[in-house]
């Protein structure tokens, strides 16, 4: 259940900011992935609909390989492909695109010198692959990956999950996710919850939150 704050717990210090990784750390790669199912099976975006949000949960959940992945979009849409062409293609393309938005990196650092800092990401077992191999993660602790946890946001288990890992209050966490639905989850089990924007955005809204940046 939703951990609730009580009138003497309003004022509690913040003692942790924890970000989403894709659409705030990095530039969001969800249109990278709809476009190369397009290019692959040679579908139009209605045709790609159909199955993309439960194929995307399923993957990010961890709850299929990246072979899997692609043989299921090639069954729904009635195609056949190789799977080795089709062999580490996710992170290839991921390893061209990704890229960190700019600024964010001097703001996690600034914030690592007061607070700890996590990141609670959904994100696929490719992505993640590459991002631990090239220490693109190395300034979060605790790390928490939904293709390696088997949830997504905003499954409530997800927050909980890293509130336990930090072993602090719900309202001692500050949570920024570039989707609303996602902060307001976090707000629900009692950690403040921030919608992403850009760089100006979250600094004002943090300093409401007596966040020293």
């Known amino acids: ?34 476009k190369l199912v397009k290019k692959i099976f040679n579908v139009e975006d209605e045709e790609i609909k159909k199955y993309y949000h439960k194929l995307n949960s399923l993957i990010t959940r961890g709850m299929i390989t990246e072979d899997e992945f692609w043989q299921r979009f090639a069954k729904s849409f009635c195609k056949r492909i190789e799977n080795k062409k089709y062999k580490g293609l996710l992170q290839e393309k991921y390893a061209k695109k990704t890229r960190n938005r700019p600024g964010i990196i001097s703001i996690v650092k600034k914030l690592k010198k007061d607070y700890r800092v996590g990141l609670l990401s959904d994100t696929y077992k490719p992505f993640a692959e590459y991002n631990i191999k090239n220490r693109r993660y190395s300034l979060f602790n605790p790390l928490i990956l939904s293709c390696y946890v088997k949830m997504e946001k905003p499954d409530k288990r997800m927050y909980l999950h890293i509130i336990k890992k930090l072993k602090l209050e719900p309202n001692e966490c500050v949570f920024i996710d570039d989707h609303e639905v996602n902060a307001r989850a976090a707000d629900s089990v009692g950690m403040h919850g921030i919608v992403y924007t850009n760089n100006s955005s979250l600094l004002k809204e943090m300093r409401k939150l007596g966040v020293r940046i």
């Open 1 to 34: 259940m939703a951990n609730k704050i009580n009138s003497n717990e309003k004022d509690r210090e913040i003692k942790a900011i924890i970000f989403d990784y894709g659409g705030v750390i990095t530039v969001n790669l969800d249109r990278m992935v709809r």
